[in-house]
């Protein structure tokens, strides 16, 4: 059985901080990861792809992936209160469907 | 507006009721998805297509539900002899590639009464 779990939260962070999001994995086969953003009855919006080892920056985001450790994460750095949304961290393996994890809750506090 | 457009985006149906919602991906991605999210849950995978083709269908999907995408364009996801229990977010989304992320519509929410 493939998962992918996370933290439910609420993780709470003040304003201006930086948010942490985490995500572990369990089929070494992956081969893609991503991170969605889903504010409340909204659905989901993709705001980070990565493939490979290492960091990915795209603005205040960036992913960090650990094939060997199976931990994908999410930094959200000078978070703001519009961050405040359910994070859910999506992994592709080997063939077309994702997997998806319920979701981190995060809050910003101004 | 290129993105995923999906209708109705409200439908209140009596149990027992068929519904039918529908899927426009964006136009040139070829993989199509159909979701179907609860409260507090991640999306959870009801049905995917490769153009015309129907792929995959979760096992948790019961002979009530089917979907089709005749022209490899737009899709269509029917429930039979709704319940209460189907009751949820219907989400379709479209990818471009095998390795690349969905895109979301703005969702179909259900209430079976």
């Known amino acids: 059985q493939k998962e992918v779990e996370q933290n439910s939260g609420p993780l709470s962070v003040p304003e201006g901080a930086i948010a942490s999001l985490n995500c572990t994995y369990s089929d070494r086969g992956s081969q893609s990861f991503f991170w969605y953003r889903q504010y409340s009855g909204k659905s989901p919006e993709l705001i980070m792809s990565i493939y490979s080892n290492g960091d990915k920056e795209d603005g205040r985001f960036t992913a960090q992936l650990n094939k060997a450790s199976q931990y994908v994460s999410l930094l959200i750095r000078d978070s703001q209160p519009s961050d405040s949304a359910t994070y859910l961290c999506?992994?592709?393996?080997?063939?077309?469907?994702?997997?998806w994890g319920a979701g981190t809750k995060l809050i910003i506090k101004p | 507006d290129t993105g995923v457009s999906q209708d109705p985006r409200h439908k209140i149906t009596k149990r027992g009721q068929n519904v039918t919602f529908r899927c426009d991906p964006i136009?040139?991605?070829?993989?199509l998805y159909w979701y179907r999210q609860t409260l507090g849950q991640g999306p959870e995978f009801l049905t995917y297509?490769?153009?015309?083709?129907?792929?995959?269908k979760s096992r948790l999907l019961s002979d009530r539900f089917s979907a089709e995408r005749p022209k490899g364009s737009f899709s269509t996801l029917e429930i039979q002899r709704t319940e209460q229990g189907d009751s949820a977010m219907y989400l379709c989304?479209?990818?471009?590639?095998?390795?690349?992320?969905?895109?979301f519509g703005q969702g179909t929410r259900l209430t079976v009464v």
């Open positions: 999506a992994v592709k393996p080997s063939n077309y469907q994702l997997i």
């Open positions: 297509f490769q153009n015309e083709a129907q792929l995959e």
């Open positions: 136009s040139e991605h070829n993989r």
């Open positions: 989304a479209s990818s471009p590639g095998t390795r690349d992320g969905a895109f």
